[in-house]
């Protein structure tokens, strides 16, 4: 566009209005996205870490004298000739701000300390366990995956009858406590059907069951988050349009619809890893199963600080992690929130 006035002579003079600025590429914005929120993780790991020194500072009693007792099993007065190991061995002599500082620098290492009981580093005894439980709550998360798109798929939109025989069900699978629906599952497709193996099973038979105990209340709870997203959706013009090219009604929920109504979950799944993680402890417990849940429980009743912090500091990691690939998945599902 151009604008015309006269000049000194009498003829016209053009002269260009300047282009507006161009807005930032999707690859710059996600970019800036992403460094902002691995900024905003750094921040949360680092409070998370320094929570759980302090918590251990704060603890009554002495800590050389606690590792011993550890130890031995029972709790009784130590001499200083038999602390001065311990101190040594753990640099309780030294300042409490020089111990958060190699505190700090450990966890950046990959190093969570060494345990009190075993004498151990906890990275070793948590490593030991933790691909059985990634294993588990991952399988469990994309079970509830499934199970919510093909319930939410075949009845959202159906009317008000189904729509609220559906509802009920929802709530109900999200209120279903892991101890509760473990022990109903063993029961009828272990000890009842013979299906699955009782308990300690190995393979995929030993993973159906405590993964499905995972599973189900989430799915319920996906589902809660997805159903009145994928109702407005279904209303919308493009589902018309759709319609009107001669899609058929699957056809249009599953390409159309439902990219547009998972958004709400895709935000619930950050929360879904940390979550099937906790409730790990009490699945793995049930079915015999190994992870982390079992040295949890271990450490807890043997005081073990070490390694309860380095799977509390773990935990969190996992959860600020599962935000971070959530947002970075935001954007692939709806590009408009890459330049937002």
Excluded: C
């Amino acid at each position: 566009m151009t604008r015309t006035s006269p000049s000194s002579t009498g003829s016209p003079s053009r002269t260009a209005i300047a282009p507006p600025p161009r807005a930032p590429s999707r690859g710059r914005a996600l970019a800036r996205k992403v460094a902002e929120r691995a900024a905003s993780a750094v921040v949360v790991l680092w409070g998370a870490a320094t929570v759980a020194f302090v918590a251990q500072l704060l603890l009554p009693g002495d800590r050389a004298t606690v590792i011993l007792n550890i130890r031995a099993g029972q709790p009784q007065d130590r001499t200083p000739d038999e602390l001065a190991p311990i101190i040594a061995r753990f640099g309780l002599d030294r300042p409490e701000f020089v111990q958060y500082l190699d505190y700090l620098r450990g966890l950046v290492a990959g190093d969570f300390g060494t345990s009190y009981q075993q004498f151990r580093p906890v990275a070793d005894i948590i490593g030991e366990q933790l691909g059985a439980t990634v294993v588990l709550s991952l399988s469990a998360i994309a079970i509830a995956w499934v199970l919510m798109v093909v319930w939410v798929t075949l009845t959202a939109g159906r009317g008000p009858r189904i729509g609220g025989l559906a509802s009920a069900v929802d709530v109900t699978a999200a209120g279903l406590p892991h101890y509760w629906l473990g022990i109903i599952l063993l029961l009828v497709f272990a000890l009842g059907l013979h299906w699955f193996p009782v308990i300690g099973g190995t393979g995929i038979a030993g993973l159906a069951l405590p993964a499905l105990t995972l599973a189900i209340p989430l799915a319920g709870f996906l589902s809660q988050a997805t159903r009145a997203e994928f109702e407005r959706s279904l209303d919308q013009p493009f589902v018309l349009t759709a319609r009107m090219r001669g899609m058929g009604d699957v056809a249009v929920r599953l390409q159309h619809v439902l990219r547009h109504a998972v958004l709400p979950s895709v935000t619930l799944t950050g929360w879904a890893l940390g979550a099937t993680l906790s409730g790990a402890v009490v699945v793995e417990s049930i079915f015999s199963r190994p992870g982390i849940g079992s040295v949890l429980v271990t450490a807890v009743n043997s005081h073990d600080l070490p390694v309860v912090v380095g799977l509390v500091t773990l935990v969190a990691a996992f959860y600020v992690l599962a935000n971070l690939l959530v947002d970075i998945a935001y954007t692939v599902i709806d590009p408009r929130l890459a330049v937002a």
